[in-house]
């Protein structure tokens, strides 16, 4: 129970520090040094596990989509939109991705159930992130930018895990070792396309630095992905994929009791509808796949 714990705060303070980070360095360059420094810590469990092998670079191709999808894009995405979010309301909108992940299971796999019950959980649940945007205030108090990259976030490595099921499933790859592969390929591409002009900006402002390099990075990234293997092992993937009701809750609290962000009693309920959604399409059918976790 505390291994569970600890890794729904850890997702849950991601994103005050991808706002800290914000200020002083680009998305692109958030998202390049937290898989860096996440990496690390999963290489090393890794090795520790021996779970690499030469014959795993035959699905080299696969590693690539899903660096793509459950890294890269996932991760920048993330963070461009908590630039434009406040910390808290960023953090309750990451409560849609077992949403995503339904609605792309439901579509590109036929042994995905659709019933009227699991439906009624996507509506409860998108009617939340809904209430979070507000599309009908003109004042435009949340960045309707902000919130869809949020969503294409949330969708993207939604998409990553009906991905995994259908193609890496069964080739009985170590859960430590897809995830370096992953994150490796990831490393590559932002290193392909970041730009580093003004990256070293982050070292004058230290709460950013650290709150990047060992929150968001060691912690946020690389522990987490080990706490999360330690908890299917323990637990089974199921109850492991119930961390992510948690991390929505922590960001808002976070945000509003930590850093005076403002909060609404809408925004409550908001995070209270998509998870009830998500307890909904729990109830209607299977879980949508949990590996690789979300953030």
Same mark, same amino acid.
């Given at each position: 129970?505390?291994?569970?714990?600890?890794?729904?705060?850890?997702? !849950?303070?991601?994103?005050?520090?991808?706002?800290?980070?914000?200020?002083?360095?680009?998305?692109?360059?958030?998202?390049?040094?937290?898989?860096?420094?996440?990496?690390?810590?999963?290489?090393?469990?890794?090795?520790?596990?021996?779970?690499? $092998?030469?014959?795993?670079?035959?699905?080299?191709?696969?590693?690539?989509?899903?660096?793509?999808?459950? #890294?890269?894009?996932?991760?920048?995405?993330?963070?461009?939109? #908590?630039?434009?979010?406040?910390?808290?309301?960023?953090?309750?909108?990451?409560?849609?991705?077992?949403?995503?992940?339904?609605?792309?299971?439901?579509?590109?796999? $036929?042994?995905?159930?659709?019933?009227?019950? $699991?439906?009624?959980?996507?509506?409860?649940?998108?009617?939340?992130?809904?209430?979070?945007?507000?599309?009908? @205030?003109?004042?435009?108090?949340?960045?309707?930018? !902000?919130?869809?990259?949020?969503?294409?976030?949330?969708?993207?490595?939604?998409?990553? %895990?009906?991905?995994?099921?259908?193609?890496?499933?069964?080739?009985?790859?170590?859960?430590?070792?897809?995830?370096?592969?992953?994150?490796?390929?990831?490393?590559?591409?932002?290193?392909?396309?970041?730009? %580093?002009?003004?990256?070293? @900006?982050?070292?004058?402002?230290?709460?950013?630095?650290?709150?990047?390099?060992?929150?968001?990075?060691?912690?946020?990234? !690389?522990?987490?992905?080990?706490?999360?293997?330690?908890?299917?092992?323990?637990?089974?993937?199921?109850?492991?994929?119930?961390?992510?009701?948690?991390? &929505?809750?922590?960001?808002?609290?976070?945000?509003?009791?930590?850093?005076?962000? &403002?909060?609404?009693?809408?925004?409550?309920?908001?995070?209270?509808?998509?998870?009830?959604?998500?307890?909904?399409? $729990?109830?209607?059918?299977? &879980?949508?796949?949990? #590996?690789?976790?979300? #953030?």
């Amino acid at each position: 129970m505390g291994a569970f714990v600890a890794l729904g705060v850890i997702w !849950g303070s991601n994103f005050i520090f991808m706002k800290w980070a914000a200020e002083t360095i680009r998305p692109g360059q958030i998202t390049l040094l937290r898989v860096l420094f996440g990496l690390l810590p999963v290489l090393a469990y890794g090795a520790a596990r021996g779970v690499f $092998r030469r014959g795993h670079v035959r699905y080299a191709h696969h590693y690539l989509v899903m660096a793509v999808l459950a #890294t890269s894009l996932y991760y920048f995405a993330f963070a461009a939109g #908590t630039a434009r979010l406040p910390s808290g309301i960023a953090g309750a909108l990451s409560g849609a991705i077992p949403l995503f992940s339904f609605v792309a299971a439901a579509v590109f796999l $036929r042994s995905e159930r659709v019933t009227a019950l $699991r439906l009624l959980g996507v509506l409860v649940g998108f009617s939340g992130v809904v209430l979070i945007a507000r599309p009908w @205030e003109a004042s435009g108090a949340v960045d309707p930018v !902000g919130v869809g990259l949020m969503l294409l976030g949330s969708a993207s490595v939604g998409l990553s %895990f009906v991905y995994a099921k259908r193609f890496l499933s069964g080739l009985a790859i170590p859960a430590a070792a897809l995830t370096t592969y992953q994150m490796g390929f990831g490393l590559l591409v932002l290193l392909a396309v970041t730009r %580093f002009d003004g990256v070293t @900006e982050i070292v004058h402002d230290r709460r950013a630095l650290v709150g990047l390099v060992v929150g968001l990075g060691l912690l946020g990234t !690389g522990v987490a992905y080990i706490l999360y293997y330690f908890i299917v092992e323990e637990l089974g993937a199921v109850t492991a994929s119930g961390a992510t009701y948690i991390p &929505p809750v922590v960001a808002l609290a976070i945000g509003w009791l930590a850093v005076g962000e &403002p909060l609404v009693w809408w925004d409550g309920l908001a995070v209270f509808l998509i998870l009830v959604g998500v307890v909904i399409l $729990r109830i209607g059918g299977r &879980p949508a796949p949990a #590996t690789p976790p979300p #953030t």
